[in-house]
């Protein structure tokens, strides 16, 4: 699969200006949510064009040893198979508490019906599950990474709205 993404990273460099910045830099791999069906499912509003942002939790990046994310982070999405299908860009990222996040934010990450009370519901499921898996706490208080992004490949022929 590392062959597949790499070659899927080549062909979108391949799209750029010699003098681009994403020539120089590297990009992260990821998938969506923690499940296939899920991560089958966002990636799709992704190419709809739906969901341009997405919500984690600090300790998603800090159990790994890894840097929080950053606007100008680069990333490959994929399906639950690993397969390749956008390389996204991320414009903005906020640290905040759960409680804070607004109705705008929910309805750019452009899951269930768009509402905020959809939204809370589902990621107060979703963020109860990453914390009983990497052992850490939730409640409305805790921090989260909310994150917008832009897509700036849509892959091979996909359509983003």
């Excluded at 100008?72 to 903005?92: K, Q």
Aim: aromatic share 8%.
């Amino acid at each position: 699969m590392i062959d597949t993404i790499a070659r899927f990273w080549k062909r979108y460099l391949d799209t750029l200006a010699a003098d681009h910045p994403h020539r120089n830099g590297t990009a992260s791999v990821l998938s969506f949510g923690d499940s296939p069906a899920l991560a089958d499912e966002l990636v799709e509003l992704v190419l709809l064009g739906r969901k341009r942002a997405t919500t984690s939790l600090p300790i998603e990046f800090t159990s790994q040893g890894e840097r929080l994310p950053a606007a100008g982070d680069v990333s490959i999405v994929t399906r639950a198979d690993n397969s390749p299908v956008a390389v996204i860009e991320l414009v903005e990222v906020r640290l905040i508490a759960f409680q804070a996040v607004d109705a705008a934010f929910a309805a750019i990450e452009g899951e269930g019906d768009g509402s905020l009370e959809w939204w809370r519901a589902a990621h107060r499921r979703y963020f109860r599950r990453v914390c009983e898996r990497l052992g850490g706490q939730f409640d409305d208080a805790t921090p989260v990474l909310c994150q917008v992004f832009r897509v700036v490949w849509p892959g091979d022929g996909a359509s983003v709205a």
